[in-house]
Nanobody, 122 residues
């Protein structure tokens, strides 16, 4: 049906930057909200940032001023630019999309990427 493929994770030193990308593909009519969540070891998955199809954004307080979410609707892709990274940003980052799916009918459903590891360490 719909696949979300993430890229861009890795190991970076404190204060460094990374850019995550997530491309959606499949039987997509439209995409509403897209976003990024993260899950650190021993913690629940939590929202980092999200963006509507119109470009409105929300961020968790801990990343405001350091992370920027954006999207390219023509490419069904969402990005997360992460600057001034801290060790506490270390987590598996998951892409999320709320998609209007076309099969024999149409319906809205949530989809997740496979996750990409971000490690901030010296």
């Amino acid at each position: 049906q719909v696949q979300l493929v993430e890229s861009g994770g890795g190991l970076v030193q404190p204060g460094g930057s990374l850019r995550l990308s997530c491309a959606a593909s499949g039987s997509i009519i439209s995409i509403s909200t897209m976003g990024w969540y993260r899950q650190a070891p021993g913690k629940q998955r939590a929202m980092v940032a999200r963006i509507t199809s119109g470009g409105s954004t929300n961020y968790v307080d801990s990343v405001k001023g350091r992370f920027t979410i954006s999207r390219d609707n023509a490419k069904s892709t969402v990005y997360l630019q992460m600057n001034s990274l801290k060790p506490e940003d270390t987590a598996v980052y998951y892409c999320y999309a709320n998609v209007l799916v076309l099969t024999t009918t149409q319906y809205w459903a949530d989809f997740w990427g496979q996750g990409t590891q971000v490690t901030v360490s010296s």
